[in-house]
């Protein structure tokens, strides 16, 4: 059974910083993809960053050069680095892992960022 466990979430005021964790369990095949999507108050889940195994990464215009993704092979674990907060970063934070032709979540962290 392949779990996604979240970490780091929380409450910070406009300006700050706060560090995702995402690590994987229960997988046997490479993990393809991971990433982050993001949920906020009567919105579709959008991307916000994706890296894949060779360390290609992928942003939402909203976040370049605020956010960065990086991620350990070896744990299967995926990070998130988010600066410079803005309230409209407000919303729940998914994780998603692509293993073979299997696409995982997590079961998201909320992030909220004060005025």
């Known amino acids: 059974q392949v779990q996604l466990a979240e970490s780091g979430g929380g409450l910070v005021q406009a300006g700050g910083s706060l560090r995702l964790s995402c690590a994987a369990s229960?997988?046997?095949?490479?993990?393809?993809?991971m990433g982050w999507y993001r949920q906020a108050p009567g919105k579709q889940r959008e991307l916000v960053a994706a890296?894949?195994?060779?360390?290609?990464?992928n942003y939402a215009d909203s976040v370049k050069g605020r956010f960065t993704i990086s991620r350990d092979n070896g744990r299967n674990t995926v990070y998130l680095q988010m600066n410079s907060l803005k309230p409209e970063d407000t919303a729940v934070y998914y994780c998603n892992a692509v293993v073979a032709i299997w696409d995982y979540w997590g079961q998201g962290t909320q992030v909220t960022v004060s005025s």
């Open positions: 890296i894949t195994s060779d360390g290609s990464t």
């Open positions: 229960g997988i046997i095949f490479s993990v393809n993809a």
